[in-house]
């Protein structure tokens, strides 16, 4: 009775009694992994001999251990087909549903969760990939090296930042409108509350699950209306704004159900507070303060800037025999600031920082330059030259006159660039301080009218300071030269380059807020000696009285 072993590779021998002997019908292949064949993944225990090649089923055996009682339901001859169907269809090394040169069966480890499959059930965008048509997929709509709104937004372009927080706001709106709150409507508590629109009681609103992750099922579903509501709205490129139709951008349905992972994860922070009695009451007292905040700082920094230019009014008086800009300097007419790149350009971030930090001297490689900040000082359009040129001599009197410790206060750097201003004075400047070109082509245009652009050049100037004459004269004599602004006749060529264009960019040195003053680098325009002669030399073109 006892069983007979074959004695070589490919001799399969009966293990048990009352099993007959079957002559093996396969050679068996040292390289084939019957561990991992469908029959041994369903519960088959195979035996294989020293050199991994298998032998011989175990049979299933009687509990009653009765003689004659072990059955074999499993054939040999079909195992081995199967195992050479297992191999011709992936069982070579390195392919799927074989063993592969490490040992392991990839098709296995995807199954089991290892590295080469396992993604914790995660549904993405790119679950609707296969089932997207063209005009989902927007094809033809965005170049070859188009960027994806997909992409982490801190690395995004600005046109592709632009159109991402577009998506985002869509996004925002129809999880509201689907979900039936509208404004600051508490989101629903209970999920699984039938609620219904009031004014259509056949639609019935949908229910996000924010106590489950965003991946939850019901949260899917929610999600894929919300993304098929947006895509009805923009599919048509009538609808679709610059944003949305810039070419270097790339976006589809399939980001549409990406982001609106995002607008779920926001908006469960709003039902989160929304629950959460203290941080409800918090939020309310953080946003009071917050907008306080924000309504003082854009004083403050105009006031600041403007204080620290009236500091050194006596000093610009010594030296411009009396004559006093005092009532010129006010907060509405400082420079405005940004951190960033504008909207609509092609830099990101980063590159924005880069230029900046090469014009002022700050080496984008070094140690300095990754905790450095920088603004970019812009220029006025509005402001004449010779607003423009008491301003530089104002912000350079008075970092001459800080001593080194004051200096060292100040750590942003402020870089002047020919990047304009959008914004106006909300005040009417004295007619000394307006540009008249400028003036004229925007007084009549609808979006300067919330300014009163009309209500300009009524106030006169302040004394020892006077504009040219009236602004239609002002216009003609400087329509073909000076920049635009009233200022030295035609023809007159010697007056000297406004502050932008007379290499203040790259320089180190004082805004009118005195930021981003460093010890190292030059003083803007060169000195006292050199601004005084910029202002000494036109101010009497401009009818300040001597």
Excluded at 266 to 272: A, F, G, R
């Amino acid at each position: 009775d006892t069983p007979a072993l074959g004695a070589g590779p490919g001799s399969v021998a009966a293990l048990t009694t009352g099993m007959q002997h079957q002559p093996p019908t396969h050679e068996a292949d040292a390289s084939v992994d019957v561990t991992h064949t469908p029959q041994a993944e369903a519960g088959l225990d195979l035996h294989l001999d020293a050199g991994g090649v298998a032998m011989c089923p175990i049979a299933a055996v009687d509990l009653n251990h009765q003689p004659g009682g072990v059955i074999d339901t499993h054939p040999i001859g079909k195992r081995l087909d199967d195992i050479e169907a297992s191999r011709a269809t992936g069982g070579q090394e390195g392919q799927g549903g074989g063993r592969g040169k490490h040992g392991g069966s990839s098709t296995g480890r995807e199954v089991r969760g290892g590295r080469g499959g396992r993604r914790r059930g995660r549904l993405s965008g790119a679950a609707l990939q296969g089932t997207m048509t063209g005009e989902e997929q927007r094809t033809g709509c965005y170049d070859a090296d188009a960027e994806d709104v997909t992409l982490p937004a801190k690395k995004l372009k600005t046109p592709t930042r632009t159109a991402r927080n577009e998506l985002l706001q869509h996004l925002n709106g129809a999880f509201k409108l689907l979900c039936g709150v509208h404004g600051d409507e508490r989101w629903p508590t209970d999920p699984n509350e039938e609620r219904k629109n009031p004014r259509a009681p056949d639609e019935v609103y949908l229910n996000p699950v924010f106590a489950s992750p965003v991946n939850d099922p019901r949260n899917i579903k929610v999600r894929r209306a919300v993304t098929d509501h947006v895509w009805s709205e923009l599919k048509t490129p009538g609808n679709l704004g610059e944003k949305l139709t810039n070419r270097a951008v790339k976006w589809n349905k399939e980001s549409l159900f990406v982001l609106s992972k995002t607008t779920f994860t926001s908006l469960k922070e709003v039902w989160q507070v929304q629950n959460d009695s203290g941080r409800e009451a918090a939020k309310a007292r953080d946003d009071r303060e917050l907008r306080r905040y924000q309504r003082r700082k854009a004083g403050l920094t105009s006031l600041q800037k403007a204080s620290r230019l009236l500091r050194v009014i006596d000093e610009y008086k010594e030296e411009h025999d009396g004559n006093d800009p005092t009532e010129m300097i006010i907060a509405d007419l400082m420079s405005d600031e940004e951190s960033g790149p504008e909207e609509g350009s092609d830099k990101t971030l980063e590159e924005w920082k880069v230029m900046m930090a090469r014009g002022k001297g700050v080496n984008p490689r070094g140690d300095a330059f990754r905790t450095a900040t920088f603004h970019e000082v812009l220029r006025c359009p509005w402001r004449s030259e010779l607003l423009e040129t008491i301003l530089a001599w104002l912000r350079a009197k008075w970092w001459e006159l800080l001593d080194v410790k004051k200096r060292k206060r100040f750590t942003t750097h402020m870089v002047r660039t020919d990047r304009m201003t959008s914004q106006i004075p909300t005040e009417a400047p004295w007619d000394c301080c307006i540009n008249a070109e400028w003036h004229a082509e925007n007084v009549n245009q609808p979006e300067y009218e919330v300014y009163k652009l009309g209500d300009w050049y009524r106030y006169g100037d302040p004394p020892a300071f006077k504009a040219p004459g009236p602004p239609q004269e002002l216009a003609q004599t400087t329509s073909s030269g000076g920049n635009g602004q009233p200022g030295p006749s035609r023809g007159d060529e010697s007056m000297e380059a406004r502050p932008s264009e007379s290499g203040e960019v790259g320089q180190i040195g004082p805004s009118e807020g005195g930021e981003g003053a460093q010890q190292s680098g030059s003083v803007q325009g060169g000195g006292r000696e050199e601004l005084g002669s910029r202002v000494d030399g036109p101010l009497g073109r401009w009818g300040i009285q001597q």
